[in-house]
């Protein structure tokens, strides 16, 4: 070991978006008060992180466990949560400690507007995301989830269709989409309603997985943000490997004086990033 001098960076725009920032900040803050905390679903899709908050007394529960929940404290995480939710915990006593991502709120808000106008929408995105689930709770469960335009060839689509997108999803697919829909004839009212902070990252990414010989993309697997930037990476530098945490590194990836870039999804926390910098620092 120790002959592989490897020169290692990491994205200093990857890491933890702002939505889920804010939602790991209430849980520890609560956490430190009361010691035990539930939250419905991960905090964060991303097992190592979920696994450190466990440790400090995080509860995850499901939707099943919380009919059965009684006068408790339950986070709501950063993707939101349908309206039947905030039903439940008022029949149920339970104080919910709301960290939806104000993006997503705002994207709730917007489609529950469409609804309301009887328009006929469409969400592009992940069947059965966390962040998805709420969205279509907003349209009682009536609007046309995709996460592939393929899926909507043997569909009779009315001749209007307003198109939203979940907050984490691929911009370049988006307008793929958008195009193909109006190509396709169709009336189409699209909302670009991609977080910034996610598509900023689409068009940092590619500048800096040019620089490296190899990139180390860090994420959880159940990322939908993660899978996006991955593949970003991977189609400016070829040489890109997915890692979920330390153990999957191997010294075979490398070759002596390579310089390494470490990146990561909006739900990789940055000590997971400096763990495998200290890891690949030991080459």
Same mark, same amino acid.
């Given at each position: 070991?120790?002959?592989?001098?490897?020169?290692?960076?990491?994205?200093?725009?990857?890491?933890?978006?702002?939505?889920?920032? +804010?939602? !790991?900040?209430?849980?520890?803050?609560?956490? %430190? /008060?009361?010691?035990?905390? +539930?939250?419905?679903?991960?905090?964060?899709?991303?097992?190592?992180?979920?696994?450190?908050?466990?440790?400090?007394?995080?509860?995850?529960?499901?939707?099943?466990?919380?009919?059965? &929940?009684?006068?408790?404290?339950?986070? !709501?995480?950063?993707?939101?949560?349908?309206?039947?939710?905030?039903? @439940?915990?008022?029949?149920?006593?339970?104080? &919910?400690?709301?960290?939806?991502?104000?993006?997503?709120?705002?994207?709730?808000?917007?489609?529950?507007?469409?609804?309301?106008?009887?328009?006929?929408?469409? !969400?592009?995105?992940?069947?059965?995301?966390?962040?998805?689930?709420?969205?279509?709770?907003?349209?009682?469960?009536?609007?046309?989830?995709?996460?592939?335009?393929?899926?909507?060839?043997?569909?009779?689509?009315?001749?209007?269709?307003?198109?939203?997108?979940?907050?984490?999803?691929?911009?370049?697919?988006? +307008?793929?989409?958008?195009? %193909?829909?109006?190509?396709?004839?169709? /009336?189409?009212?699209?909302?670009?309603?991609?977080?910034?902070?996610?598509?900023?990252?689409?068009?940092?990414?590619?500048?800096?997985?040019?620089?490296?010989?190899?990139?180390?993309?860090?994420?959880?697997?159940?990322?939908?943000?993660?899978?996006?930037?991955?593949?970003?990476?991977?189609?400016?530098?070829?040489?890109?490997?997915?890692?979920?945490? @330390?153990?999957?590194?191997?010294?075979?990836?490398?070759?002596?004086?390579?310089?390494?870039?470490?990146?990561?999804? @909006?739900? @990789?926390? =940055?000590?997971? =990033?400096?763990?495998?910098?200290?890891?690949?620092?030991?080459?």
């Amino acid at each position: 070991m120790g002959s592989y001098q490897l020169q290692v960076t990491i994205d200093k725009d990857s890491g933890f978006c702002f939505g889920v920032i +804010y939602a !790991i900040d209430m849980a520890e803050d609560i956490l %430190e /008060e009361d010691g035990y905390l +539930y939250c419905l679903g991960d905090i964060v899709h991303n097992d190592e992180e979920v696994e450190r908050l466990k440790a400090r007394g995080l509860r995850i529960i499901d939707h099943q466990e919380l009919k059965n &929940l009684h006068n408790e404290k339950v986070l !709501i995480r950063a993707h939101g949560e349908a309206p039947d939710t905030y039903r @439940t915990a008022l029949e149920n006593n339970i104080t &919910l400690i709301d960290a939806s991502c104000p993006v997503v709120l705002k994207l709730q808000n917007r489609i529950k507007t469409s609804f309301d106008a009887k328009e006929k929408i469409l !969400i592009f995105g992940k069947h059965g995301h966390a962040e998805v689930i709420g969205l279509q709770g907003q349209t009682n469960n009536e609007a046309l989830v995709f996460q592939d335009i393929a899926e909507l060839d043997n569909i009779e689509l009315p001749q209007n269709i307003t198109l939203y997108s979940q907050t984490t999803k691929s911009m370049e697919k988006f +307008y793929q989409v958008k195009e %193909e829909l109006t190509a396709r004839g169709y /009336e189409l009212n699209a909302n670009d309603t991609i977080c910034r902070q996610v598509s900023n990252r689409d068009k940092d990414l590619p500048a800096f997985a040019k620089n490296f010989n190899k990139i180390v993309f860090v994420s959880g697997v159940k990322s939908s943000n993660g899978k996006v930037l991955f593949e970003v990476c991977r189609k400016h530098n070829p040489n890109t490997y997915f890692i979920s945490s @330390t153990s999957e590194l191997q010294q075979s990836m490398f070759a002596p004086g390579d310089k390494v870039g470490i990146a990561g999804a @909006t739900s @990789t926390p =940055m000590w997971l =990033m400096e763990e495998v910098k200290a890891e690949l620092e030991r080459y």
